[in-house]
């Protein structure tokens, strides 16, 4: 009787530790930053650049240098809507996302901020901070979201990774 009361415990107690280990890697995923999303492809700061560039198709332009961080190449894809920019850390080595600018309204957020969209409209998706000069940083997992304001209006809308 004594053994079926203790693996009952044992069961129950195991229960809640894969229940919370599962509750990490949701906080986890959650915390991994803000996303964007082009042609129903999502990615994030430091994400693997691949897939996102495939579907994004030919850039306007395509910028290559050397990377003075790493030992790879930085590189910036200029689209009509936005500017991807790249990392990697060895020269033949996969790109990774480390910023995304956005050129006109044809794209927003994931939460629905795009270049146009009332200070107002910020401040119920992304709560109040500082103003800095106009610009409103908010920051998630590893990524900032730089918002510009001028006149009430966003005029200018960047992601850039972060450590």
Known sequence: MKKTAVTKWMAICMAFIIGFAGMGAA?????????????????SMHSNAKKFLKKAGT????????????DGKDRTYTYKDFILY????SNNGPEYVNGITFLTSNVKTKEGIKIGSTL???KKKYGTVKDNFGIYTYKKGKCK????ITDGKVTNLRYVATK
Do not use: M
């Open 86 to 89: 790249t990392y990697s850390n």
């Open 120 to 122: 107002q409209d910020v």
């Open 27 to 43: 906080a986890q995923a959650k915390s991994a930053g803000y996303q964007f999303t082009n042609k129903k492809v999502t990615i």
């Open 59 to 70: 850039p306007l332009k395509k910028k290559v240098t050397k990377s003075c961080a790493y």
């Open 145 to 148: 979201l730089q918002i510009e």
